[in-house]
């Protein structure tokens, strides 16, 4: 996945000939009354991509248009990929069906009949393909968890980086691991510390594709038990506004197996924004050493811990409990047509005013990936916009990054019929 930024930077490739009999001898970069647009870009690898225009030198219908790529990378000039016809207003279209542009390329389109002229040259940007699934979403400290996962198109040989983010909602590389011949990774990590840890996998881009990443998975740490005072919880990662059960057992100090009766305990927890833990609930051990404290409601992530309230003192391991922001997303519309335009507005639960939220598209590899990049307003709002490029059903959500506060979460995802253009005039302009 891909965030739609300016600051991606344009794929650079050597303006090669054109290798087909023309008079073009070069990429042009200037139109001659001939324009172009090639929607969306950048795309996701393997997405289909609309292209079209208007031939602005009579006579503008009727006239044969060819359609060039030069495919980033490949030591290969332009070659010929299509040809088309002007309808009577001079306009041309070439769709570009899915699984066919998997890497960065350049288009340009001539006029084959009386005007011989031609388009600028358009740069589709292209971004890797990256899947992640992790061996457990839960552990203990020091306990291996194995990330597997595939790079498409084929980068064998290249790198891929394990990544965490950071409480600043940065990425920080954990490990690497190279891509082997089938352009798939394995990499393992343990934590030292507990927590709740989000991961993706990067891949960083190259002369063929942009990076491209991974959608996150969170991996839920715990302290290591302590013997005779166990702590645990109902559902190790919650969404705002649910609440949670914590339970476990104490046993007596001489013995690690013998149940000790009758003893109150006390919760403690401490917030993601408190410095020191507190108090918050008491209870009594059953006749089976058992405790249990619900129903306990964080807003944000928590640490608790079990003491006994009476001397001698003991207390548990500390348990870290996920609280996960809650998305709600909503499109102007839930169907387009090629080159229309659907804005998406949403909230998000806790307040992420000033934080960085992304537009996913479900692609055709069964992933999500990340379209566009906004910040969140205040009030905890938010929006984005699309332009459709082909025809087809369309699955959006909103996906927020976690942080120390929150664990990052999604929205429920929308879905958008996109049917073919019929009116030129409502699409994008081409140039």
Known sequence: MRPR????????????????????????????????????????AGEGVFIYGHLNVGPVGDQTIILY???????????????????????????????????????????????????????????????????????????????????????????????????AGDWR???????????????????????????????????????????????????????????????????????????????????????????????????????????????????DGSYSFAPQSPTYNTVYQVRTTLAPHRHSAVLFEGVQDVLTITPSSTSSQVGGHVTFTGTVLPDKAGHVIYLQLLGADGDWHNEEIRIVSNGSTFQFGWTFGKAGTYQFRARIPGGDGNVGGASAPVSIQVSPSTNPATLPLAS
């Open 173 to 287: 590389d954990l490990r690497s691991d190279r891509l082997d011949g089938a352009s798939n990774y394995s990499i393992t990590y343990r934590w030292r510390f507990a927590g709740d840890h989000t991961v993706r996998v990067l891949f960083g881009g190259d002369a063929r594709n942009i990076e491209g990443s991974a959608d996150p998975v969170t991996v839920a740490v715990q302290q290591k038990q302590v013997p005779g005072f166990t702590i645990t919880s109902s559902d190790q990662l919650i969404s705002y506004g649910q609440s949670v059960t914590i339970g476990g057992v104490l046993d007596q100090a001489s013995s690690a197996s013998t149940p000790e009766p009758n003893t109150p305990v006390t919760l403690w927890a401490r917030n993601a924004y408190q410095d020191r833990f507190t108090p918050i609930a008491d209870t009594t051990t059953g006749s």
């Open 69 to 167: 790529h030069h495919l980033a990378g490949s030591g290969n000039g332009y070659t010929e990929v299509g040809r088309t016809t002007t309808d009577s207003h001079g306009f041309y279209e070439f769709t570009r069906a899915e699984d066919v542009v998997t890497t960065n390329r350049s288009w340009f389109v001539r006029d084959a009949s009386i005007h011989r002229i031609h388009s600028r040259t358009v740069f589709e940007r292209v971004a890797a393909l990256v899947s992640l699934s992790p061996s457990s979403t839960t552990a203990v400290t020091g306990q291996p968890v194995v990330f597997t996962g595939h790079v498409g198109p084929n980068h064998a040989g290249e790198r891929v980086a394990l990544q965490e983010e950071t409480a």
């Open 5 to 44: 930024l300016a600051v991606l930077a344009m794929v650079v490739t050597t303006l090669l000939a054109v290798a087909v009999p023309s008079a073009v001898i070069a990429a042009p970069s200037h139109n001659r009354g001939l324009t172009i647009n090639a929607i969306p870009n950048p795309i996701d």
